[in-house]
T-cell receptor, first 113, second 115 residues
Framework: KNQVEQSPQSLIILEGKNCTLQCNYTVSPFSNLRWYKQDTGRGPVSLTIMTFSENTKSNGRYTATLDADTKQSSLHITASQLSDSASYICVVSAYSSASKIIFGSGTRLSIRP | EAGVAQSPRYKIIEKRQSVAFWCNPISGHATLYWYQQILGQGPKLLIQFQNNGVVDDSQLPKDRFSAERLKGVDSTLKIQPAKLEDSAVYLC?????????????FGPGTRLTVT
């Protein structure tokens, strides 16, 4: 069964600190993995996308990694800011007769001043 | 570039009533998605359109949910009759093509409360 699991479910850190969010998946056959940021009351916005051959991708203070062998991904946020408070959702796509898009439940990140 | 538009933003109805949501995708985007996001969970795909044809509706509860995309542009999602468990945010997204490499752009969502 195709699944995407994220941890932790929620996280609180102080402004300026770094943090790492985890994503484990059992999606097959793997197409790509995206990290989305979803602010409260808004739709998700894509941060990064990685295919099978990529193992790291950066977008400003956000760095995503992918280990296709262990089927794990992480999103590292450097020097957190108050505006980073949001839910971060890992989304894995699979090739199939009808392409499958599987969303994780997200990690709720709160940045405290 | 204008984003994905959705209306209404909020809707409160009683169970067994009907409700409809509207989505206007980004101009030129061939693929349109409807998602259901229950509080504390990630979005769940309900239906995917490629132009005005359905690509995937395997998770759409067809006994009460229906969707259409006439002329391959705007789309409506209808629930009839609504149940309490339909309370959720309904997100519409669009992308240039259905290839998964293309980024999906999401609208702000419609928050539905069924009482």
């Amino acid at each position: 069964k195709n699944q995407v699991e994220q941890s932790p479910q929620s996280l609180i850190i102080l402004e300026g600190k770094n943090c790492t969010l985890q994503c484990n998946y059992t999606v097959s056959p793997f197409s790509n993995l995206r990290w989305y940021k979803q602010d409260t009351g808004r739709g998700p916005v894509s941060l990064t996308i990685m295919t099978f051959s990529e193992n790291t991708k950066s977008n400003g203070r956000y760095t995503a990694t992918l280990d296709a062998d262990t089927k794990q991904s992480s999103l590292h946020i450097t020097a957190s800011q108050l505006s980073d408070s949001a839910s971060y959702i890992c989304v894995v796509s699979a090739y199939s007769s009808a392409s499958k898009i599987i969303f994780g439940s997200g990690t709720r990140l709160s940045i405290r001043p | 570039e204008a984003g994905v538009a959705q209306s209404p933003r909020y809707k409160i109805i009683e169970k067994r009533q009907s409700v409809a949501f509207w989505c206007n995708p980004i101009s030129g985007h061939a693929t349109l998605y409807w998602y259901q996001q229950i509080l504390g969970q990630g979005p769940k795909l309900l239906i995917q359109f490629q132009n005005n044809g359905v690509v995937d509706d395997s998770q759409l509860p067809k006994d009460r949910f229906s969707a259409e995309r006439l002329k391959g542009v705007d789309s409506t999602l209808k629930i009839q009759p609504a149940k309490l468990e339909d309370s959720a945010v309904y997100l519409c997204a669009s992308s240039l093509e259905g290839d998964l490499a293309y980024e999906q752009y999401f609208g702000p969502g419609t928050r539905l409360t069924v009482t």
